[in-house]
C-alpha cells in the first residue's frame, strides 16, 4: 500500500513545530522511511513560510483603534467596575449586549476546569446522566490531584531545600508564614476563597467541601500527606515572594493582589464558581457579587440594552441572575447540544492535568508578579532581624522603561515598572578598580540620608574587574523573534542594527549564529567567525518579522548551536531578543526553565534583550535572563543598543563572578532598624547565604553594582517602623539580654559587617569576602559624587513609587542632588537624568 | 488615580497596543466590517481591565481572541449576518485561481495568497489566519475555537494541503510523480 502524505495531519503538525517528544520523533522515523512524507512535510513548510509573510503585510496595514475607542478603554482601565462597551456614544456602541457576559474565561483556565470538574462532580448526576459519569471519575482524582499540588508548591518545595532554616530566628517573613500555614491545613482547596465577604466565603466554602465529601479518599489522603510537609515552617520563599516579607499591614495601601503564596482569587473566583457550578446558592452569590462589582453603572446597561436591542434586555438579565436559570440560560444562550457540552466537559477533564501542571510548575519556577508586585522592603528592626541577605542585580531595564514612558510617552511609570535597583544600576559609577585576584572590590560609603537626615544612608558599590583586553574567544548565538508581532522599525529594526553595531565590536575570531523563531524555528546563519562580515550582514539583510512563534523549538536550537560551538574557558551565550511575548505555550514553560538552567550547568548562559513597547512580558523576559545567569536588558533606542552592545559589552558577555550574594551582619549596639533600597525580588534568606546550590546574581567585566541600605541609628526616634507586639518572657528560660549589650568591646564602633559570597564563572564552591563597615558621621554633602548621584536616582525613584519611606524626597531636592553630581558622566547619562526628572517633575504637576 | 490602578491599566494599555491591530483584523475577517470590528475590540479590552492581570497573564493571547470571538459572533448573531459555514467556497475557490502570468508579479503574490485563504471554508480561513498571522499554537486555537486540539489539526492540514495545491498545481502533479 502506497503511502498518501496528504492524508496524514500530523506531517503538517510536525513541519509547523507543534509535535514533541514521541510524537515527533514518530514522525521523524516516518520522514527518513518515506521520501513522500520528507518532501511534504518540505511543501508544508514552504505553504507556512508564504502564509506568513502574506499575512505579515496584511496585519501592519491593519487598522487600529479609534480615539473614542481608546478612551473608551482608558475608562474602563480608571474605573473597570463602572465601564460599559458603549459608554463612549452612539458611533462607538456595537449593538452588544452585556447582560451575555461574561462568556469565558472569566478566571484561569486552570481554576475554571477545577470548577468544572467540582461542578460535574457534584452536579453532573443530575444534569448529564450518564455519559458523564465517566469524567466523574476521572474528575475526582484530578481534582485531588491539582489540590495536593497547589499545596505541595506552598508546603513543600521551599520547606525540602530550606530544612535547615526552621531553627532560624523567627523573622517578621516567618511570622507571616506562620500565619499562612491553617490555609494549607484545610483540606487545600479552602485557601482559595480570599473572599471579602465572610457569608459568601462560607457558602462557597460548603459548596467546595461538599464537592471535597464526594472523594474522601483522595483529597484526604493527599492534603494529609501535604499536611504532614506542612509544619516546616518556611511556606514560601522569601526570593520569589517579596511581597510577603512586608507584615500584612504595611503601610503601602493597594491591596497587594499579587502575592504569590497567597493566589488571590477574591471576586473572580466566586463568579467562576457559580457560572460553572450552576447550583442556586453559587448563582445567587454570584449576581449578588456582580451587583456590587458594577455598582452605580447597572442602569446605564439596561437602558442602553433596552434602546438597542429591544426590550428582551432586561428580561434577559433579570432571568441570568436568578438561580437555576442562570444555567440553563448559558446552555441556552450558547446554542450547544447537549452532547458537545458533554465534549467540552471531558475535554476539559482530560486538560485539566496539564494544565495543573503547568499551573504548578509556574508557580514553582515563575515569579509571575510582572510589574505589580512591587513592595518597597520595610523597616526591620535589628533586635528581629540582625542579618538582611540578597543577590546582586545588574540588571537595567527598568530605568530604560521609565525613560520610555516619561520622555516618550509624557507619562509617570505606573509604580510596579520602577525597579528602584536597576535604575541605580543602569548607570556607571567610578569605584575603585578591584585589587590582585578578586574580581570585583567592594566600596562602602556612609553618610545622612537626603531625604531623612537623621537616618544614615549606607552605599555598598561593587566593581568588576575589566578582562575585556584578554577577553576570552566569544561564542554567540543570536536568537531572534521574528513574529509579527516583531514587524516594527523599533523592534526588528533595532534587532538588525544591534547586532550590526555588534560585529563591530567584536574580534575576527568570535563567531555569531543567528537562531530565527517564527511559525517553525529556523537556522538563518550558521556559527561564523566574524571576520567573515559580508556573511553575517547579508544574514541580518534576510532578517524579517512576520509569522507565529515558536520559541520553544527555536531556543533548543540555540542551545544546540551554541553547545556545537562551545569554546572552553570562552563565553558561550544565547542572545534572545524578543518583544518578550515568547510564545511557547503555557506546558512548555516550566521545560523552558529546566532548559535554561540546565545549559547553565554546562556554561552557556542566556541574555535576554526586550525590544519594543508592547512589551507584556517584562517580567518573564527578566525570570529567563535570571535563570540563564545573564542580564535582562530593554532596548528603547539605538543609543540603548549602543550602551548595552559597545559601551558596556563587557558586561554583557563575560561573567567574572557567579552566584554574587550579600549579607550584613548589623551591630545592635548602633542600628536600630533598617531598610534594603530595591532588590525586592532579590532578598534571599539569610540561610541561603552559605549555600552554595542557591542561585544568585552574576557580575559582568566592568559592571559595577550598587545597593543602599537606609539605615535608623540607635537613639534616633523610630517613626514608621512596625514594632512587633511585646511578648512575656518564658518563666523556664534565662532572662533575655539586650543585643547591643553582646557585641564584642573590638567591634563595638563598627556600624556594620559586609559579607559577600561568590563563585568563579566556572566554580562550583563560593568564597566569601567580609569587611566591616565604619560610619564616620558624614553629612551627604560631604560624600562623594557617586554615592550623591546613587541617592538621587534612589529618591527619584522612590518618588515615581510613590513610596512611604520617601520622607522629605522631592523633585527639587532630586534634581539638586543630580546636579551637582553628574561629573565626569562618560556617556551622557547623567546628564539625561536630570532631563528626565525635569520631565517628570512637570509630568507630576500636570 | 491610586499606585494600584496606575499599574492595572499600564498592562492593559500594553495589551492594547500589542494586540488592537491583531484583533481587528481578526474580527473584522469575521463581521466583514472593520468599523464594528473595532467596537468589539474596544469591548474585549474593556472586558479585558475587569480581570485580574494573574488571572489572565498566562494565556493572554488565547483569552483576547477567544473574548473577540465571541463579541464578533454576538454582533453576527444579532444581526443575522452570519455566512453559513459550507463548502461553497472551497468548491468555487479553484476556478478563481489567478492566471499564471500574474504568478511572476511580486507585488500581487500576498494579497493573492490571501484571496486563496478568503476562498477556504469559514473555519479553515479563520484557524489558518489564527496559526500563521497570529501565531496561535494549536493548543490555543484549539481553546479560541472550541475545538479539539486533534481536530485543529485535522482542519489545518486540509486547509494547508488545498492552499499548497492552489498556489502552485504544478507542485502536486511534481510530488505524486514520484
Known sequence: MTYDPTHDPSLTAYALGELEGVEAHDVEKLIAEEPAAAAYVEEVRKTAAVLAGSFAAEASAAP??????????????????????????????????????????????????????????????????????????????????????????????PSATRANSASAQPTADEAYDFQATPRVDRSGVAYKEAATDPAKASRDKSIVLESAEKKPVDLYALSDGAKSGAPSPKLTSTRNAPSTATPPSAPTSPPAPMAPASRPTQSPVVVAAGKTVGGREVALAES????????????????????????????????????????????????????????RQLKAVDELQKDVDAEVDNRGGFNREGFDAITDNPFKLVADAHFSTFSIDVDTASYANVRRMVMGENRLPPAGAVRIEEMINYFPYYYDEPQGDDPFSANVEVAAAPWNTSHRLVRIGLHGKNVMKERPEANLVFLVDVSGSMNQPNKIGYVRQSLELLTKELDADDRIAIVVYAGAAGLVLDS???????????????LRAGGSTNGGAGIQLAYKIATDHFVKGGINRVILCSDGDFNVGISDRASLIKL????????????????????????????????????????????????????????????????????IDFNPAKVQAYRLIGYENRVLADEDFNDDRKDAGEIGSGHTVTALYEIVPVGVELAGVEKPGKVDDSVFQPKPVAPAANVPAELSDKLMLLKLRFKQPDGDTSVLRTFPVVDSGKKYDQATQDYKFAAAVAQFGMLLRNSPYKGSSNYDAVLELAGESIGKDKGGYRAEFVQIVEKAKALSTR | MSDAQAVDGQWIRDAVDRYERPLVLYASRMLHDEHRAADVVQ?????????????????????????????????????????????????????????PADRAEDRDASSRVLDLVDDLPDKQAEVVRLKFQHGLSYREIAKVTEMSVSNVGYVLHTAIATLRQQMDPDLDRATTAQ
Open chain 1, 64 to 157: 487600529t483603534l479609534s480615539d473614542d475607542h481608546r478612551d473608551a478603554i482608558e475608562k474602563a482601565i480608571a474605573d473597570p467596575a463602572a465601564a460599559h462597551p458603549g459608554d463612549n456614544g452612539s458611533a462607538v456602541a456595537s449593538g452588544l449586549d452585556e447582560s451575555d457576559e461574561p462568556y469565558k474565561f472569566p478566571v484561569p483556565f486552570w481554576m475554571m476546569k477545577v470548577a468544572a470538574i467540582i461542578a460535574i462532580a457534584a452536579f453532573g448526576t443530575m444534569l448529564f446522566l450518564p455519559n458523564l459519569q465517566r469524567a466523574r471519575e476521572q474528575a475526582s482524582p484530578d481534582v485531588a490531584m491539582s489540590n495536593a499540588a497547589e499545596t505541595a508548591t506552598e508546603a513543600d518545595s
Open chain 1, 288 to 343: 449578588e457579587q456582580l451587583r456590587r462589582s458594577r455598582g452605580q453603572a447597572a442602569p446605564e446597561y439596561r437602558k442602553l440594552d433596552a434602546g438597542q436591542l429591544g426590550g428582551a434586555a432586561p428580561a434577559d438579565a433579570k432571568a441570568k441572575y436568578e438561580g437555576q436559570l442562570a444555567l440553563a440560560n448559558s446552555v441556552e444562550r450558547k446554542n450547544e447540544e447537549v452532547a458537545k457540552q458533554q465534549m
Open chain 1, 528 to 542: 561564523t567567525p566574524v571576520g567573515e562580515k559580508e556573511k553575517i550582514l547579508t544574514a541580518l539583510d534576510r
Open chain 1, 596 to 663: 535554561i538552567e540546565e545549559k547553565r550547568e554546562s556554561g552557556v548562559f542566556l541574555t535576554t534583550l526586550g525590544f519594543g513597547n508592547g512589551n507584556l512580558r517584562d517580567s518573564q523576559m527578566e525570570q529567563l535572563a535570571d535563570k540563564g545567569n545573564g542580564a535582562y536588558n530593554y532596548i528603547d533606542s539605538m543609543r540603548e543598543a549602543k550602551k548595552v552592545l559597545c559601551d558596556e559589552l563587557g558586561g554583557t558577555l563575560v561573567t567574572i563572578a557567579k552566584d554574587v550574594k550579600i549579607q
Open chain 2, 43 to 99: 469591548d474585549v479590552f474593556v472586558r479585558l481591565c475587569r480581570q485580574s492581570k494573574e488571572d489572565v497573564d498566562d494565556h493572554l493571547q488565547a483569552w483576547l481572541f477567544s473574548v473577540c470571538r465571541n463579541r464578533a459572533l454576538d454582533v453576527i448573531r444579532k444581526e443575522k449576518r452570519m455566512k453559513p459555514m459550507t463548502e461553497h467556497h472551497l468548491r468555487n475557490g479553484t476556478s478563481e485561481s489567478p492566471d
